[in-house]
């Protein structure tokens, strides 16, 4: 039963502190998503890759946010510095082209 | 103003009931529109997939319409089930760009 697997599933930090969030996408497929959601703005597309290439991260902020695919297995979401602001739920979803995308189970991210 | 609306924010239904949950959106141009259901605590699960020229798609109980002409969408719930008690989210494509509608909190009784 192939799923998506993100680490760490929950990480406390201090403001000011660099957060990597990973995910492994289910094997063959070529799309990967970067989600964040919160109480208050639902749910918001950060950055999204097509065979391991930046299609649009136009919804991340990009001064303190980068996100990569240093290969097909892996995606990373890198947030430095963390602000409390950044405090959300962080979901990798993976699929094939335009087609059903599976989410993995989140990172919860704290920033004290 | 958000590009997707759902309505209603919130519904209580007893088991065994029907309900509809409706999407209208003003996103465009418009790829396709897909229907998730969130359980707390987890990630969304894909109910639906629509594009353009599909009027209805049905995933068991679950029956998703698309009118593209109103930019309207409905995801129908047939015989409610206890397990049917989630957040259920509405997500527009415009090439790779994508709005999400702030959900509607359904919660099935007993």
């Known amino acids: 039963d192939a799923r998506v697997t993100q680490t760490p599933r929950d990480k406390v930090t201090e403001m000011g502190q660099e957060v990597t969030m990973r995910c492994q996408p289910i094997?063959?497929?070529?799309?990967v998503f970067w989600y964040r959601q919160t109480m208050m703005q639902g749910l918001e597309l950060l950055a999204y890759?097509?065979?391991?290439?930046?299609?649009?991260d136009s919804g991340m902020p990009k001064d303190r946010f980068s996100a990569e695919m240093p290969d097909a297995t892996l995606a990373t979401l890198k947030i430095q510095p963390s602000e409390p602001r950044d405090s959300a739920v962080y979901f990798c979803?993976?699929?094939?082209?335009?087609?059903?995308?599976?989410f993995g189970p989140g990172t919860r991210l704290l920033v004290l | 103003k958000n590009q997707v609306e759902q309505s209603p924010q919130s519904l209580i239904i007893l088991e065994g009931k029907n309900c509809t949950l409706q999407?209208?959106?003003?996103?465009?141009?418009?790829?396709?529109l897909r229907w998730y259901k969130q359980d707390t605590g987890r990630g969304p699960v894909s109910l639906t997939i629509?594009?353009?020229?599909?009027n209805t798609k049905s995933n068991g109980r679950y029956t998703a319409t698309l009118d593209a002409d109103t930019k309207q969408s409905s995801l129908h719930i047939t015989a409610s089930q206890l397990s049917d008690s989630a957040s259920y989210i509405c997500?527009?494509?415009?090439?790779?760009?994508?709005?999400f509608g702030a959900g509607t909190r359904l919660t099935v009784k007993p």
């Open positions: 979803a993976s699929g094939r082209d335009q087609g059903t995308q599976y």
């Open positions: 094997l063959g497929h070529n799309t």
């Open positions: 890759f097509r065979n391991r290439a930046p299609l649009d």
């Open positions: 999407c209208n959106y003003t996103v465009s141009p418009f790829s396709n």
């Open positions: 629509m594009t353009f020229s599909e």
């Open positions: 997500v527009v494509s415009a090439g790779n760009d994508m709005r």
